[in-house]
Nanobody, 120 residues
Framework: QVRLVESGGGLVQAGGSLRLSCAASGRTFTSMGWFRQAPGKGRELVGGIGWSGSYYADSVRDRFTISGVTADGTVNLQMDNLKPEDSAEYYC?????????????????WGQGTQVIVSS
């Protein structure tokens, strides 16, 4: 049985930092990453890590850093210089055969989500 367990998240002021962690078990993964979904919006890719390294959405590049080892089932998201528009539910995501994630349709396994709220 595949499980993705997230930790971290919470409330922070604009300009602050948060760190999310995800521990996955049950399979060997080829790519892992983070998506987020704000109220009334679709789920979007934040970034991920796979065979070719890490990658990020333009909106978070230079502020967020992804680390981890997909084969070990771990992926972390360090979020710095947070903005109110970063407020969303953040989901850990994983694939057991894709080299990287592009959209939610590429994801086979999801975490339960963790909330991030950035106050202005």
């Amino acid at each position: 049985q595949v499980r993705l367990v997230e930790s971290g998240g919470g409330l922070v002021q604009a300009g602050g930092s948060l760190r999310l962690s995800c521990a996955a078990s049950g399979r060997t993964f080829t790519s892992m990453g983070w998506f987020r979904q704000a109220p009334g919006k679709g789920r979007e890719l934040v970034g991920g890590i796979g065979w070719s390294g890490s990658y990020y959405a333009d909106s978070v590049r230079d502020r967020f850093t992804i680390s981890g080892v997909t084969a070990d089932g771990t992926v972390n998201l360090q979020m710095d210089n947070l903005k109110p528009e970063d407020s969303a539910e953040y989901y850990c995501a994983a694939s057991v055969y894709r080299p990287r994630l592009y959209t939610e349709g590429d994801v086979e396994h999801w975490g339960q989500g963790t909330q991030v709220i950035v106050s202005s």
